[in-house]
């Protein structure tokens, strides 16, 4: 769907090149996370999908189509963009906002009302509630919701997020990043993603693609990454916590064991991860869990051992 | 017992009050329209120009220090005497501080606002009108106000190179030591300036957008 060859940026002034011959394949309907330490290049690669920033070699598709060959303008509106200050315009009401690509693009008033309404609820604003109501009244939390409805009004094939939870609080930014997967799963968007949050990469990418000083140093899928750096930079840069990150990647369900005699006191939902069934075994000083499917019955139970088998799988030695 | 002779004064002279005032409404609203129509354009010209914009301050704020009365002076050897020469200094006296506040309201607008308005695909032309211009109001206007005030009460000036208007009053006034006369220009045309510093104070508030204004 996306395919970056080549990419060179050099900023005037610039000592180095902000992007270095970056070759990337976004393949249709998955997320690409573009995650690096700041300077890496990975905001400067997500604004030349857009030509909000122009490249100065290499080339980019988007669909099969050459940016370069495209009228800027309606490439933009071909794509969604989302950024981390949101940047709702303060003079519009939350509809207007959400409505401005479809304005650009001249759909009459009804489609517009339809289509902001039925945004709203899918990013959990209720539209008679927000409908009318002007960003300042809102908190972060609700901003960056509108910021993601307004980026999917036109339902773009292509979505560009530069760090939309960056600003949040910790427990706003894990509840719109789950809220996020789920309205994702159901539209099917090429998304490249940029944070700079390993966990939230981790979470959220299909792959992920480790920029350094403008170049990709490692691009994979997250178990791969956990489980095959490709350096020490990768390495360091996921974190020394790699096995608990691979468990947190895990859904208990995979794990299951045939219940004993006796059923586990403590349980899990199916859909929680190995790393939250962990934390709970270590809570409760268990050693099994029954894990429970969505209508509260045991479908089996998970066990210490059974968590071990998966850490293990992760850790070098093991991996080669 | 001075405003009483002033008041009797008026109402001897009716008809030159009436035209003195209406001469002095005309030619501050004239020189503040023109100056509008020429400060806000250039600022938006400037928008996108930094080094220019920071040019065009410079020499705003040059402008401004420049006193009313040295105005009027320097535009009488060129244009001579009466209301186009008067109209004429009261554009260049009103033209700092609108293209001041026009250029500054537009550079303070947030730069993510711009980046979020051109990501989404508005040209530039649209990011101005539907995002940048709308945001900048409050402070254009509050430039627009403080041009008025000044127009207002340096058109008392206009008199010294026959512009007309209530300085025609002070001006007398002053040559004839006749104090009830010179309050016959010097208070309406205070209570001008007064009201017009309301009437754009409320212009501005009004003009703000909804989602903007400070409850």
Excluded at chain 1, 58 to 73: H, L, T
Excluded at chain 1, 154 to 180: K, N, T
Aim: net charge neutral; aromatic share 4%.
């Amino acid at each position: 769907m996306i395919e970056i060859r080549g990419l060179v940026k050099q900023f005037p002034g610039a000592a180095h090149p902000a992007v270095d011959h970056l070759t990337l394949a976004v393949p249709e309907g998955s997320v690409c996370v573009l995650i690096g330490p700041s300077g890496c290049g990975k905001t400067t690669t997500m604004r030349m999908i857009n030509r909000l920033v122009e490249p100065d070699a290499g080339s980019i598709s988007v669909g099969g189509r050459n940016v370069m060959d495209v009228d800027p303008v309606g490439l933009r509106r071909s794509i969604g963009y989302v950024i981390q200050q949101v940047g709702l315009f303060p003079h519009w009401t939350i509809a207007d906002n959400i409505a401005t690509v479809p304005k650009l693009l001249g759909w009459d008033e009804g489609r517009i009302a339809t289509r902001v309404d039925e945004l709203l609820e899918l990013v959990g604003l209720a539209p008679a509630t927000f409908h009318s109501r002007f960003p300042r009244e809102l908190s972060g939390g609700q901003k960056q919701r509108v910021g993601v409805a307004r980026a999917l009004a036109a339902d773009p094939p292509v979505m560009l997020m530069d760090e939309p939870f960056g600003a949040l609080d910790p427990i706003s930014r894990a509840r719109l990043q789950d809220e996020f997967l789920r309205i994702l799963r159901g539209l099917r968007k090429t998304i490249v993603f940029v944070t700079h949050d390993i966990d939230e990469a981790l979470k959220l990418g299909d792959r992920i693609a480790i920029l350094r000083d403008g170049a990709l140093v490692q691009y994979d899928t997250p178990e791969d990454i956990l489980a095959r750096p490709a350096d020490a930079f990768v390495e360091s840069f996921v974190g020394s916590d790699r096995a608990l990150k691979r468990l947190g990647l895990i859904v208990a369900e995979v794990s299951l064991e045939t219940a004993g005699a006796a059923a586990p006191s403590l349980s899990i939902p199916a859909q929680a991860t190995l790393r939250d069934a962990l934390a709970r075994m270590l809570e409760g000083g268990v050693d099994s869990l029954a894990v429970t499917g969505a209508n509260g019955a045991m479908l089996g139970i998970l066990t210490m051992s059974g968590i071990r088998r998966h850490a293990r799988a992760v850790t070098p030695d093991s991996s080669q | 017992m001075l405003l009483v002779e002033a008041w009797q004064f008026i109402l001897a002279h009716p008809g030159r009050f009436a035209v003195a005032l209406t001469t002095h409404v005309a030619l501050s609203a004239a020189a503040l329209g023109l100056a509008v129509a020429m400060a806000v354009p250039v600022g938006v010209l400037l928008a996108n120009r930094r080094r220019a914009m920071l040019l065009a301050i410079t020499a705003a704020n040059v402008g401004r220090t420049l006193p009313s009365l040295a105005v009027l002076a320097l535009v009488m050897p060129l244009l001579g005497t009466g209301f186009v020469p008067a109209l004429f200094a009261l554009t260049l006296l009103a033209l700092p501080p609108i293209l001041i506040n026009t250029c500054t309201a537009l550079r303070q607008v947030d730069a993510d606002l711009v980046d979020a308005a051109r990501g989404m695909g508005m040209t530039r032309a649209q990011v101005m009108r539907q995002v940048e211009l709308p945001v900048a109001i409050p402070v254009i206007f509050a430039g627009i106000r403080t041009a008025s005030v000044q127009v207002v009460s340096g058109a008392v000036l206009a008199a010294y190179i026959g512009g007309g208007g209530l300085g025609d009053f002070i001006t007398a006034g002053i040559a004839m030591m006749a104090l009830p006369q010179l309050l016959v220009g010097a208070i309406p045309a205070t209570l001008l300036a007064l009201g017009a510093d309301r009437l754009f104070g409320w212009l501005q508030r009004m003009l703000t957008p909804v989602g903007m204004r400070v409850r």
